[in-house]
């Protein structure tokens, strides 16, 4: 695997279940991101992540919960969702600032529906 | 606050014509800028950034763009549009957040090519 790979790449979910997406990196980046694309609306920043440290959250609800285990890995895990938080949830990775390298690198993206 | 706007939702090219997509920004420093492509259904694909030096940068797919700090703009341009070339494209500039490097997005121009 190459690049920023996300699983699933689609997933439709009742508004009392929980579920979790996943992302993975092999890019060696240590800063990753979560955002949410909703249509007709700009890409919504919702976490970062800089070594395994949450250093942002962006006024998301509680029923999204991040979580990343290292530098490689970052999971959000869903519970109890709203018809409004379909949308396509696209995590990205990139170096820290510190590397003078700010481009970000995104995965595919996972198309959510919540019923 | 730092912005990004691109003022066209929509733009048609016909196949073989030159293009030119509008991105202007607000950002206190020197602001580094992005270009991303997002063909439907897929992730973001940087297509070129930024940083400092020569005004006039080269990206992936024959695309440049010239940052003008006097107008505050950083349009993206292709020679030659191809049919492959429709998506939906974003301008981005990196946020002054001293905790990572996110983004922050227009909302996005979407691209058609006609034949």
């Known amino acids: 695997e190459t690049g920023v790979t996300q699983t699933p790449r689609h997933l439709v979910m009742g508004m009392t279940n929980k579920k979790s997406l996943k992302c993975e990196q092999h890019?060696?980046?240590?800063?990753m991101y979560w955002y949410k694309q909703s249509a007709k609306k700009p890409l919504e920043l919702m976490f970062v992540y800089n070594f395994k440290e949450q250093t942002e959250n962006n006024s998301v609800p509680s029923r999204f919960s991040p979580e990343c285990p290292n530098s490689s890995h970052l999971f959000l895990h869903l519970h109890t969702l709203q018809p409004e938080d379909s949308a396509l949830y696209l995590c990205a990775s990139s170096h820290t600032r510190d590397r003078g390298a700010y481009e970000q690198y995104f995965g595919p993206g996972t198309r959510l529906t919540v019923t | 606050a730092q912005s990004v706007t691109q003022p066209d939702i929509h733009i048609t090219v016909s196949e073989g014509a030159s293009l030119e997509l509008r991105c202007n920004y607000s950002y206190g420093a020197t602001p580094y800028l992005f270009w991303y492509v997002q063909s439907p259904g897929q992730g973001l694909q940087l297509l070129l950034k930024y940083f400092s030096g020569d005004t006039l940068v080269q990206g992936i797919k024959g695309f440049e763009a010239e940052f003008k700090r006097s107008q505050s703009s950083f349009n993206l341009r292709k020679p030659s549009v191809h049919w492959s070339d429709a998506a939906e494209y974003f301008c981005?500039?990196?946020?002054?957040?001293?905790?990572?490097?996110?983004?922050?997005f227009g909302k996005g121009t979407t691209l058609s090519v006609s034949s």
């Open positions: 981005a500039v990196v946020s002054a957040n001293q905790a990572g490097t996110a983004l922050i």
């Open positions: 890019l060696g980046h240590n800063a």
